[in-house]
């Protein structure tokens, strides 16, 4: 497993877009999964550095399969904050870039699942 | 990097933004557009300098779209590439903001 821990804070973006990029590079996705999975792995922290303390980090762990890698991106939550809609712009990209996505919630930690296929 | 640059010309106002439009850099793209749509009712988006788009991006397009409308004008995005262009798609914005065909 590999995981990257970043503060909670919208200009880290691009240094966890360009972490998964090389991750996914280095396990021989071809160059439109990789962008899939970039972005979507972008959305999912940008959907909870909204919801989480400033003072907080987000997480990012690339679980990697034989034939599949996973990122679980989660953050604790602010009092009373919930995940956007599954109608939301965030979970049309999410939903339409990879080929399983999920998200939960135990103990005021929030945690999106997505799975990228590297054939299919 | 990051940049927005504004061209005035033929009746319409040309904003392009160059470079990762992401949640860091979102609510400039918003602060530009409302910026243009109080100089001209017509803005045209340019972002095929755009290297990065997701949907806080869209959302920012989305509502400045909407600004337009609500003041009688227009807004339209075009020159967006690759991946930039499939944001667009999977969000289903794609043909709201593009250009009607002439």
């Not at chain 1, 990012?60 to 809609?85: H, K, M, Q, W, Y």
């Amino acid at each position: 497993m590999v995981a990257v821990t970043v503060p909670a804070d919208g200009g880290w973006l691009g240094i966890l877009r360009t972490a998964t990029a090389g991750l996914a590079a280095r396990l021989g996705f071809p160059g439109d999964k990789i962008e899939d999975l970039r972005i979507a792995v972008d959305e999912a922290c940008a959907m909870l550095l909204v919801l989480t303390p400033t003072d907080g980090d987000l997480t990012c762990r690339f679980e990697i399969g034989a034939e599949t890698l996973t990122a679980a991106v989660s953050a604790p939550l602010r009092e009373g904050a919930n995940l956007p809609d599954p109608s939301s712009f965030a979970w049309r990209v999410i939903r339409g870039l990879t080929a399983d996505a999920s998200a939960g919630q135990v103990n005021g930690v929030a945690t999106i699942r997505l799975t990228a296929a590297l054939h299919k | 990097m990051f940049g927005v640059e504004q061209v005035s010309g033929n009746g319409a106002v040309t904003v392009k933004i160059s470079g990762d439009i992401d949640l860091a850099t979102a609510d400039k793209v918003g602060d530009a557009l409302a910026s243009a749509l109080g100089s001209s009712a017509n803005v045209r988006v340019d972002l095929s300098g755009v290297t990065f788009l997701d949907s806080t991006g869209i959302r920012a397009l989305v509502q400045a779209y909407r600004l337009a409308s609500s003041k009688g004008g227009s807004l339209h995005v075009f020159g967006a590439k690759h991946w930039v262009a499939k944001v667009l798609d999977v969000t289903g914005v794609g043909p709201l903001l593009s250009a009607p065909a002439e």
